[in-house]
């Protein structure tokens, strides 16, 4: 219960402008190396295809040391003598093996490279084993930096989780640790002492003696999983499930994995999630991951969007961290919302580089929105997105640079969703926008994309050019600013954009005297429209994300 202390404290420090952000990298503008060894897909990474995954860990707390073996198995994309893979430094790796022989390999940074002997057949499937160990990076303060987190209950019982999105995944286990690449189904056996549960991803299919000590628990990922998403979860776990119905008549096993003294509390609390479960299909489309089921399990840190086994730790509180988050009154858990939204936006649909991460936290908070509409209306989710907007920072682009392993700025979240209600505006077409983002989820299912994919699909679907939009709101800070006059009759309006981009145009709307939305096509240049007397003119900012400045 420190940690969460200390984070409640700390959130409140800030004034109510707090964001639940993810894993966001610190701050640089200079790269190194290391940085491009781990985002960069070079020839020594991209002539492999990972297909599986078979990850064996054994978890010591007592002594906060891990132990285990990744198998890979893989395709043969290319020819090449040297597989780097990932694994952080300060683990070590006792052996590597490839057809029953041991291989040699180097390290840098966090890099291994693995020295293959001999090049295999293109389009041959083959498997290296990578077995290691010791003690791996702690998080501090998850989820906010990456690695390990070794806590206790209040009981005093072990309870250990981890988190390492940005990071990366190999900060605990050996895999090719590039978000473009997922395997397609993937084993994860976790080994723990007895007394207590091990929760993965995925199916258990089975649990079987370690020794006297501990117990192997067997999990199946039977989807496309990224890495980073990849879990454990180890405490004096409760369970509990309810069935819930989809829209197409399917039947969803939803689970719950809760500290044995908060079961009851849990089933309280975890009603809400039905409902959302509902709202989410109908905005978003089916469940992603039917056949892995739906789980919240309890973690000692505050959430994460693991794959069929959400990270929950908001203590069975409302809002964020017991804030309202929502800023007008809404009193629902922001943690299983938001991490719940990441099933479709960032599990099913992933970006190809990190510096996309708007993909999946923009959609996401966007889908808090849908949410928020759902069970509420239209009028209400327009206050929701409105009321975010004081803490937007538009410090750094929303888009990062590529190739080096780093996300944009954390205006990403509610700056993304504030730009994709603006999208959603311009389209001017509910039927049409729905069918967008329902499209994109069915369309680019289980898939990798990028931005360009997003401004094409978006394109295509609304029949508009939406691509200098795009640029101004994710490759810039500022975002556009409306510039107009009236002249002393009223009865002309003057107006223009400033924006970064070249030759900028965003259609906007006004209100005309009698309160009726009217059309503008503003561009770089200035216009003018025709006015009935009306001197004061207000523009519908609560619809699009912009800047108004009258110009003397």
Known sequence: MKQFSFLLAFLLTLGGSYTADAQLMEEKTTFTKADTLRGTLSPVRDWFDV?????EVKIMPSTKTIKGSNTIYYKVLGKQKTMQIDLFSNLDIDRITYNGKELDFSREFNAVFIDMKEEAAVGSLQKIMIEYGGKPQIAENAPWDGGLVWSKDDEDKDWIGVACQGLGASVWWPNKDHQSEEPDSMLITISAPNELTAVANGNLRQKMPDGDDFTKHQWFVSYPINNYNVTF???DYAYFSEEFKGMDGRILNLEYYVLAYNLEKAKEHFKQVPPMMKCFEEKLGPYPFWEDGFALVETP????????????????L?????????????DFDYIIIH???HE??????????IADMWIHEGFCTYSEALYVECMHGYE?????????KRTIRNDQPIIGPYGVNKEGSGDMYNKGMLFLNTVRHIIDDDVVWDDIIKGMLRDFEMSIINTDTVIQYMNRKSGKDLANVFDQYLNYTQIPTLLYKVDKKGKKLSYKWSADVKDFNMPIKYFDKKGQEQWLYPTTEWQ??????????KFAERQFYIKTREDS
């Open 344 to 353: 479709w936006w960032g599990n099913s649909i992933t970006s190809y580089d």
């Open 380 to 388: 209400k989710a327009m206050d929701y997105v409105n009321a975010k």
């Open 51 to 55: 297909h599986y995954y078979d990850l």
């Open 528 to 537: 003018t429209a025709k006015l009935k007397k009306q001197k004061n003119v």
């Open 339 to 341: 991490e719940a939204g």
């Open 318 to 330: 409302t809002g964020y961290a017991g804030m309202d988050y929502s800023r007008i009154g809404l």
């Open 301 to 316: 840190y505050l959430g994460m969007e693991h794959q069929s086994a959400i990270a929950y730790g908001n203590r069975y």
């Open 233 to 235: 979860n180890i405490a």
